[in-house]
């Protein structure tokens, strides 16, 4: 620790200048499809599927209200009863399928980078993948379950550091 302790020179910035604008969403307040339709259970905001089987889909439809340069996250919850799934948005494929066995049951966040979106519905898509994990438990049940806690947008136009160099940059051309 310092000590003394140190010093703003100038004041702090207010709250809402010093925290980024994200957009937080609750998948059970969005459409969804599962596929098989089975087992879906909205909480707290939150999408729990449980399709008992590796092969499955959860969809979410997604309104963007305004176009821009978005970052994408999504939390997840990873457990001993979770699956593996791959995301996508709007058809294309996003990385490698992410493994969501473990031990315990805590929350993921992953990033699904950044993607320009037009104004109107887009779609987050998680796919079953069957594939062996190393946390997966032999006892266990197979549930292959999919918890979809937090979708987060950060519209990147509304970031002012983002559009300060954004302009430098387009104006040195």
């Known amino acids: 620790y310092q000590y003394p302790p140190a010093h703003f020179e100038t004041p702090i910035a207010p709250r809402a200048e010093r925290v980024l604008p994200w957009r937080v969403v609750k998948p059970a307040d969005l459409n969804w499809r599962a596929d098989p339709p089975i087992l879906v259970a909205p909480d707290a905001g939150a999408v729990m599927y449980v399709p008992g089987k590796p092969a499955y889909s959860l969809e979410f439809d997604l309104e963007i209200e305004e176009a821009g340069r978005y970052r994408v996250d999504v939390v997840l919850m990873n457990g001993v009863v979770a699956s593996s799934c791959a995301i996508s948005i709007d058809g294309k494929p996003i990385g490698a399928p992410h493994d969501l066995h473990s031990t315990g049951f805590d929350p993921v966040f992953l ?63």
């Not at 796919?127 to 190393?134: C, I, L, M, N, R």
């Not at 970031?159 to 160099?165: L, S």
């Open 111 to 173: 990033s699904l980078d950044l993607h320009d979106l037009d104004t109107g519905t887009h779609v987050i898509r998680f796919e079953g993948v069957d594939q062996p994990s190393a946390a997966a438990r032999t006892l266990a049940p197979s549930f292959h379950a999919l918890a979809v806690q937090r979708i987060l947008l950060l519209r990147l136009q509304d970031v002012e550091g983002y559009r300060v160099v954004t302009e430098r940059l387009l104006n040195e051309k």
